[in-house]
């Protein structure tokens, strides 16, 4: 082999070796970059706030305040903008909106925040505002209806003007509350009139006494539609006296009926049934029936009652002797 040759040959090995080393430091390289931690995913700092419900309504005519939840991705320092557009325009004076965690609370400047709809925007400290939310403010419901935990009230007496019920009402400034005898339609009473000093809404007969049974009410603010109507009830609970000592007999029985209790009568038997008390010198005996007083048996002993009626029907009687009263009551169920 010449001279020539062997440096082919050595020329040739040479190449062969830098090829290797080559490919040796690209594969090195890339093993390194393998290694190498990912760079954190870069946070969505135009990313909307976002709210499950967009639509609030005031709950009063006027109210400077209304209040949305949401949640956002934006953390630290942030600038909550107000818009009345999607996109441009420049943050409104008018309204301001501020975010604790989960509520957003949009403010107005003034003393009513006007029903329409807001474009919320957030901007990190550092990062660019994001896109806007839209949220929508819509009028008080001047049709809604006033509202009571307890719809039935009692008389307390078995002639008695005015009952008070509880309720609250959305309804503010002038007010007309008027009364019906039906859900809807008609003309309102004029036997029974309706007056509400919160929390106290007081039915009112015109005469003597307020009648039981179902009334509806509702309320007109000034300037707006009438609401619904609340059904009350007033019901009757009898004679309530502290002294409760006269007894009741059934049928001039030996044994008294039970203060308070009940008593069933067959409706299938014809005739009548007779409730009196024991014999006394009574300078007043006045009956009642469901609290309604029975003139025609007034200083009578007894009080005579159908069977064929029926229905569960309160017996009650009150007397004076020696100038002290007493009362006695009881049930009868005509079935």
Known sequence: MDNRERGFIFSFLIFIFSLVILLSACSFG??????RPSAPEKQDETAAPAAAVTEVAKTTPVQKAV???LTSSHTGVNTWRVYNAAAGGTPLATVNAAFAAP??????????????????SVQQEGLAESSRLSLTVTVWDATAAPTAAVTEAAKTTSVQKAVVFALTSSHTGVNTWRVYNAAAGG??????????AAPNLTLTATGDDLATGLYYVSVQQEGFAESSRLALTVANAGIVIENTSV?????????????????????????TYTVNIAPGDYSEITWYLNGAALPQWSLSSSIVLSKRIPGIFLVSVETTAAGEKNTGSHFFAVE
């Open 67 to 69: 209040v949305f939840v």
């Open 103 to 120: 509520n957003l609370t949009l403010t107005a400047a003034g003393d009513d925040l006007a029903a329409g709809i807001y474009y919320v």
């Open 247 to 271: 007894r009741l007999f059934l049928n001039n029985s030996a044994d008294p009926l039970a203060e308070g209790g009940t008593t069933s009568i067959d409706a299938a038997e014809t005739g």
């Open 30 to 35: 890339d093993d390194i970059e393998a290694l």
């Open 187 to 196: 003309t309102p009473l004029e036997t029974v009139n309706a007056a509400f």
